[in-house]
């Protein structure tokens, strides 16, 4: 599976931005996609993952609320909405994939995709 990560950038505290993850090879209806970060000098954290099976997803309670995950089928991504953004969201996000069930934890994700910057300024 090959992850491409895209829409980050430099946003001010209350604002948006959207995020897209594009899959491609051979994903299945058994595929997972989830959305990490991590920012400067911290390990890196859960945000929130989508289960194409049955349209499930989890989000971290740092986040709920606040982004929204979803699958857009015609482009084939999972993408990752994030509204009312704060300066702690501030991070590099990575979105990574697996097989199976949705899990919270970054070594159940065999697949990960680049990251992509994002900034929230005060």
């Known amino acids: 599976v090959q992850l491409q990560a895209s829409g980050g950038g430099l946003v001010q505290a209350g604002g948006s931005l959207r995020l897209s993850c594009t899959a491609s090879?051979?994903?299945?209806?058994?595929?997972?996609v989830g959305w990490f970060r991590q920012a400067p000098g911290k390990e890196r954290e859960f945000v929130a993952a989508?289960?194409?099976?049955?349209?499930?997803?989890r989000y971290a309670d740092t986040v709920k609320g606040r982004f929204t995950i979803s699958r857009d089928n015609d482009r084939n991504t999972v993408d990752l909405q994030m509204n009312n953004l704060k300066p702690e969201d501030t991070a590099v996000y990575y979105c990574?994939?697996?097989?199976?069930?949705?899990?919270?934890?970054?070594?159940?994700?065999?697949?990960w995709g680049q990251g992509t910057q994002v900034t929230v300024s005060s």
């Open positions: 090879g051979r994903t299945s209806t058994g595929t997972v």
């Open positions: 990574a994939a697996r097989q199976g069930g949705i899990y919270p934890y970054v070594r159940y994700y065999s697949y």
């Open positions: 989508f289960a194409w099976r049955d349209g499930s997803s």
